[in-house]
């Protein structure tokens, strides 16, 4: 155990999940989880590994966003074709209290270790499964990935302008959000387990359903009026009277302006020199903000960044600069925050991240280490967590089970 394992347990220490999980959704639930003080055991495949390893930039040759995917896990190689590396993941399932997956439901089946079968084996085992489209329909067996849960989700329908596509983020939302879901679910299925009734928890995640669940007035829309509230940039279809947009500053940075209530559009309007008695209704909003909106990109477009931020601020117009990740690198409010850590790792030296998010007051969780190197801690589970000795290591080691 290096230094940085020895940090302070989060809440969740004790608790011991193992991944059959690849990319991003199921192994980012694990993620949270170990942040938190979980450990985590990421099952790969003993030929390459996770897929995430090899994607994304790279400095020096080595890829920099599995340190941050992969932190705080331990890599374990096994190869689950074979049936002696179907017996390890056995072993491996019986000695965590959670399981998670995102392999396809049949083939999860047929090695013995699909939902029926696990829980008749381990009747108290907590398993997330992350499919394309729930495990429990009948396309359950389809691969699916995080830009069509978006597609499918209604997140898609409603991004972009008026007058262009549909538009997905910048980044794997669905996977990202599904992932969050996941690990809120398996933390509740984790307080249900302190019931001695307790009979295990499937929890069957699509990659469409909890981005779906987010957009809390999308269905409800459709429903009683009929229609969808068209694609609107950056502002609110759902709330026409309100100012939400990205303005460009004199000095070509970019930040955003946002009013959520009457008093802000107000403070907006005073702001540029309108009359505020015109925005006091709703009617008034709905009407006018298309020109409030005009004025305040005139009033930004004249001044620099930190001169009009500075005075939205006196005037209690709520603003933002919008930040990139090299902008956030050096932002006060976040190394105030120490939402950014440093880690040693092996192959880059220190390198910075994000830190453990939520932040818990007392026992907050840690960053412990970075991205493993692929099968790094086989022989530490397989050897000493499960008992198995240096001969029978070495022997499946020759015979490419791990």
């Not at 989060?10 to 059959?20: D, F, H, Q």
């Not at 978006?150 to 599904?178: I, K, N, Q, Y």
């Not at 929890?203 to 957009?215: E, G, K, M, P, V």
């Not at 991205?371 to 589970?381: E, M, Q, S």
Request: proline share 5%; hydrophobic share 40%; charged share 25%.
């Amino acid at each position: 155990m290096n230094e940085s394992d020895r940090q302070p347990a989060g809440p969740l220490a004790g608790v011991k999940v193992v991944e059959l999980a690849h990319l991003i959704a199921g192994p980012m639930a694990g993620t949270f989880l170990a942040d938190l003080g979980a450990d985590v055991v990421h099952v790969e495949d003993p030929s390459g590994g996770d897929a995430v390893r090899r994607q994304g930039p790279t400095k020096d040759g080595t890829y920099v966003w599995w340190k941050v995917a992969g932190r705080n896990k331990r890599s374990v190689t096994i190869d689950l074709r074979q049936e002696q590396g179907r017996q390890l993941a056995h072993e491996l399932v019986a000695w965590a209290d959670v399981l998670i997956t995102n392999m396809r439901r049949d083939t999860m089946a047929r090695w013995g270790l699909g939902w029926e079968s696990l829980h008749a084996r381990h009747p108290r085992l907590v398993v997330l499964h992350v499919s394309g489209n729930g495990v429990a329909t009948q396309s359950g067996n389809q691969p699916g990935f995080g830009k069509v849960g978006e597609a499918r989700s209604g997140a898609v329908a409603v991004t972009g302008f008026a007058d262009g596509p549909p538009l997905h983020a910048g980044f794997s939302h669905a996977d990202s959000v599904t992932a969050l879901m996941g690990a809120f679910s398996i933390c509740a299925a984790l307080t249900d387990r302190l019931s001695p009734t307790f009979e295990g928890e499937l929890i069957d995640l699509a990659l469409d359903q909890s981005l779906y669940r987010l957009i809390d007035w999308q269905v409800i829309v459709a429903d009683q009026l009929g229609a969808d509230p068209p694609r609107a940039g950056n502002q609110l279809a759902i709330a026409p009277g309100v100012i939400v947009n990205t303005y460009q500053t004199a000095d070509g940075k970019w930040l955003t302006v946002t009013s959520g209530t009457p008093r802000s559009v107000s403070n907006i309007a005073a702001l540029v020199g309108e009359d505020e008695e015109q925005y006091r209704t709703i009617e008034q909003r709905r009407e006018r903000v298309p020109r409030l909106d005009w004025l305040l990109a005139e009033w930004i477009a004249k001044r620099d960044l930190a001169t009009g931020l500075a005075t939205m601020k006196k005037c209690e117009v709520v603003a933002a600069p919008v930040l990139s990740g090299t902008d956030i690198l050096t932002d006060p409010l976040y190394l105030e925050r120490g939402d950014i850590i440093e880690v040693d790792d092996d192959e880059l030296g220190p390198v910075r991240m994000q830190g453990v998010v939520p932040r818990l007051r007392r026992r907050p969780g840690s960053v412990r280490r970075p991205g493993p190197a692929l099968g790094a801690d086989t022989d530490t589970v397989l050897g000493e967590w499960l008992g198995h000795s240096a001969a029978e290591l070495a022997t499946w080691r020759h015979a490419g089970v791990i």
